[in-house]
């Protein structure tokens, strides 16, 4: 009988050359990460502390934090802390506040953590190397115990190969992290065409989709901003009608903190590295749709970070980030993951 491999969350393992720390720039705590689901035990505790704080949202076909007309969340204080956090500390916080903007991938050498990058404070400015032990409280369950988001013992390389283990997996992977360390472009890292051919549905279909789920909401503004530039792309007659920037204000917040900008293509290797390293795609698809993807949605970072660039006179590093902010947010959303499905190489 083959052996069978094992996933461990011990011992903690940060992606050399991951920076983060929390400075508080309250992006998170706005309608931008979805503020939920809660469980339903979550929902309980936040009603008792306040009736008005959370319940169902028929929208999202789940329990939510609700949030006030601006965005924020109810708990959400003037000053940008968490009243939860404030009055109890940060363990009475539900599970996805606690975390984010950090992720636990159980492999077999040990616990990957991971990092979103729609976060000033993980994408802007210097910052600290991320320490994987300062990060444990954030990824523990009620038990103290590290809680993994995924287990990947093993990697399909194509969709319709076996996959393979672990450690070959490993050798593939340092050589990318490797190449995008050294300031190899991302796109060539990848080595994957964007805009690759959909099954039963065309991009511009896809766009028009996109562009439709406009809703009021800053989520509905990054997934119109991703239509509106995937039209541009396709069609070089297309005038881009994209809407604005409702994060703009927790960017503003980080560049004043930090006052110096990064290099464009920087902040774009940083984050496909970490799409590598949390390895997202590792249980319902293949490396090849994945880079195919990622290709995809780097180009249409690149658009949108060029756009903000040129309208709104906002520095190059600075663009590049809050257009991360615009595809990260597309990539985790059912829209993407219906679209990858259709992804035919
Ligand atoms: S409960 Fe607190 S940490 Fe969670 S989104 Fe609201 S303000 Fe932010």
């Given at each position: 009988?083959?052996?069978?491999?094992?996933?461990?969350?011990?011992?903690?393992?940060?992606?050399?050359?991951?920076?983060?720390?929390?400075?508080?720039?309250?992006?998170?705590?706005?309608?931008?990460?979805?503020?939920?689901?809660?469980?339903?035990?979550?929902?309980?505790?936040?009603?008792?502390?306040?009736?008005?704080?959370?319940?169902?949202?028929?929208?999202?076909?789940?329990?939510?934090?609700?949030?006030?007309?601006?965005?924020?969340?109810?708990?959400?204080?003037?000053?940008?802390?968490?009243?939860?956090?404030?009055?109890?500390?940060?363990?009475?916080?539900?599970?996805?506040?606690?975390?984010?903007?950090?992720?636990?991938?159980?492999?077999?050498?040990?616990?990957?953590?991971?990092?979103?990058?729609?976060?000033?404070?993980?994408?802007?400015?210097?910052?600290?190397?991320?320490?994987?032990?300062?990060?444990?409280?954030?990824?523990?369950?009620?038990?103290?115990?590290?809680?993994?988001?995924?287990?990947?013992?093993?990697?399909?390389?194509?969709?319709?190969?076996?996959?393979?283990?672990?450690?070959?997996?490993?050798?593939?992977?340092?050589?990318?992290?490797?190449?995008?360390?050294?300031?190899?472009?991302?796109?060539?890292?990848?080595?994957?065409?964007?805009?690759?051919?959909?099954?039963?549905?065309?991009?511009e279909d896809q766009a028009d989709e996109?562009v439709a789920?406009?809703?009021?909401?800053?989520?509905?503004?990054?997934?119109?901003?991703?239509g509106?530039?995937?039209?541009?792309?396709?069609?070089?007659?297309?005038?881009?009608?994209?809407?604005?920037?409702?994060?703009?204000?927790?960017?503003?917040?980080?560049?004043?903190?930090?006052?110096?900008?990064?290099?464009?293509?920087?902040?774009?290797?940083?984050?496909?590295?970490?799409?590598?390293?949390?390895?997202?795609?590792?249980?319902?698809?293949?490396?090849?749709?994945?880079?195919?993807?990622?290709?995809?949605?780097?180009?249409?970072?690149?658009?949108?970070?060029?756009?903000?660039?040129?309208?709104?006179?906002?520095?190059?590093?600075?663009?590049?980030?809050?257009?991360?902010?615009?595809?990260?947010?597309?990539?985790?959303?059912?829209?993407?993951?219906?679209?990858?499905?259709?992804?035919?190489?």
């Amino acid at each position: 009988m083959a052996k069978k491999t094992r996933t461990q969350v011990r011992p903690l393992i940060a992606r050399p050359g991951a920076q983060y720390t929390c400075f508080g720039d309250g992006l998170c705590c706005t309608d931008i990460h979805g503020l939920g689901p809660l469980t339903k035990k979550e929902l309980v505790q936040v009603r008792k502390r306040d009736s008005r704080g959370a319940g169902w949202d028929e929208d999202f076909e789940e329990r939510m934090l609700r949030t006030a007309p601006d965005g924020g969340c109810h708990f959400l204080l003037p000053d940008l802390r968490c009243r939860i956090h404030a009055e109890t500390g940060p363990e009475a916080k539900p599970d996805g506040c606690r975390r984010f903007p950090l992720g636990l991938v159980a492999t077999p050498e040990g616990g990957r953590v991971t990092t979103h990058h729609r976060c000033p404070c993980r994408t802007m400015g210097a910052r600290p190397d991320l320490d994987p032990e300062a990060a444990l409280p954030s990824l523990v369950n009620r038990a103290g115990r590290p809680k993994a988001d995924a287990r990947v013992d093993k990697i399909r390389l194509e969709r319709k190969a076996k996959r393979v283990p672990f450690e070959e997996w490993r050798a593939i992977e340092g050589r990318m992290l490797d190449a995008l360390a050294a300031g190899t472009e991302p796109e060539r890292v990848l080595d994957a065409d964007p805009f690759p051919r959909l099954k039963g549905s065309s991009w511009e279909d896809q766009a028009d989709e996109f562009v439709a789920a406009t809703d009021g909401t800053s989520f509905g503004v990054a997934i119109a901003t991703f239509g509106e530039m995937v039209r541009s792309l396709l069609d070089p007659e297309h005038r881009y009608r994209g809407p604005g920037r409702p994060w703009a204000s927790a960017y503003d917040r980080a560049e004043a903190r930090e006052g110096e900008d990064r290099p464009e293509d920087e902040v774009f290797a940083d984050w496909i590295a970490d799409e590598i390293w949390s390895l997202g795609f590792a249980e319902d698809s293949s490396f090849d749709v994945c880079r195919a993807e990622l290709a995809t949605r780097l180009a249409v970072a690149r658009a949108v970070a060029r756009h903000y660039r040129e309208t709104w006179g906002i520095a190059p590093g600075r663009s590049a980030a809050e257009a991360l902010t615009v595809v990260e947010l597309v990539g985790d959303s059912e829209f993407w993951s219906e679209l990858v499905e259709r992804i035919r190489l």
